[in-house]
């Protein structure tokens, strides 16, 4: 009796260990940095589907924006990436601006002025759907230290396939993520550099009929 049961528990473990490894390597299927370089598939615009957070405290950071959208441009320094983003909050306040991303291999570092408050962000990207973004966003103290980490997925029209949602779901499993989501609305902030251009055309214009415009003497 006592060598079936010892041959039962070697069994168990073998199947125990097999699991592993196939969970191992779905890990690695399914987890596969991008390269940032100006061949990435990561530029444009893009709006937030969905995101979750390692650690609990992230969650009413995370909660308190209704929808964002962000959009990135490649810069004559390869080594930079530039960021406009745009979050619509809670309570309807929109907030917008400016950022540049120093990128190297697989890792960004982005900071990010907002109201008047500096942070900074080291950023990774994931190989995922198409037409879909992937970002892996560590928040970092003002000494350097970790705050937490958000995975963060985007598409070109903040719309996702079921299938497309449970493959994240996977990803952020591997990546130690909690099975907890934030869902962003479509109900997007404005560009405030689209509604700025037509006045700036106009300045321009002005300024060139009264350069053009000469009175007879």
Same mark, same amino acid.
């Given at each position: 009796?006592?060598?079936?049961?010892?041959?039962? $528990?070697?069994?168990?473990?073998?199947?125990?260990?097999?699991?592993?490894?196939?969970?191992?390597?779905?890990?690695?299927?399914?987890? =596969?940095?991008?390269?940032?370089?100006?061949?990435?598939?990561?530029?444009?615009?893009?709006?937030?589907?969905?995101?979750?957070?390692? =650690? %609990?405290?992230? %969650?009413?950071?995370?909660?308190?924006?209704?929808?964002?959208?962000?959009?990135?441009?490649?810069?004559?320094?390869?080594?930079?990436?530039?960021?406009?983003?745009?979050?619509?909050?809670?309570?309807? =306040?929109?907030? %917008?601006?400016?950022?540049?991303? !120093?990128?190297?291999?697989?890792?960004?570092? #982005?900071?990010?002025?907002?109201?008047?408050?500096?942070?900074?962000?080291?950023?990774?990207?994931?190989?995922?759907?198409?037409?879909?973004? $992937?970002?892996?966003?560590? !928040?970092?103290?003002?000494?350097?230290?970790?705050?937490?980490?958000?995975?963060?997925?985007? #598409?070109?029209?903040?719309?996702? &396939?079921?299938?497309?949602?449970? #493959?994240? =779901?996977?990803?952020?499993?591997?990546?130690?993520?909690?099975? +907890?989501?934030?869902?962003?609305?479509?109900?997007?902030?404005?560009? +405030?550099?689209?509604?700025?251009?037509?006045?700036?055309?106009?300045? +321009?214009?002005?300024? !060139? &009929?009264?350069? #053009?415009?000469?009175?007879? %003497?």
């Amino acid at each position: 009796l006592s060598g079936a049961m010892a041959a039962q $528990l070697v069994v168990a473990l073998l199947a125990f260990t097999s699991l592993s490894v196939a969970s191992e390597l779905d890990c690695k299927e399914l987890v =596969k940095p991008l390269l940032l370089d100006s061949h990435s598939p990561i530029y444009g615009k893009w709006v937030l589907h969905v995101g979750t957070w390692d =650690k %609990q405290g992230l %969650q009413s950071d995370l909660s308190s924006v209704n929808s964002s959208w962000v959009e990135l441009s490649p810069s004559s320094d390869s080594g930079v990436i530039t960021v406009y983003w745009a979050d619509r909050l809670k309570d309807d =306040k929109c907030l %917008q601006g400016p950022a540049n991303a !120093t990128v190297s291999g697989t890792t960004s570092h #982005t900071t990010f002025v907002i109201n008047g408050h500096t942070s900074y962000h080291d950023g990774k990207y994931y190989e995922t759907c198409s037409d879909c973004l $992937l970002s892996e966003d560590t !928040t970092l103290l003002p000494d350097g230290k970790s705050k937490g980490r958000y995975l963060f997925l985007f #598409t070109r029209t903040g719309n996702l &396939e079921p299938s497309e949602l449970d #493959t994240y =779901k996977k990803q952020a499993e591997c990546l130690k993520f909690l099975p +907890e989501y934030h869902f962003g609305s479509t109900h997007l902030c404005p560009d +405030e550099r689209e509604s700025a251009s037509p006045s700036i055309s106009n300045t +321009e214009s002005d300024q !060139t &009929e009264e350069n #053009t415009d000469v009175s007879p %003497q």
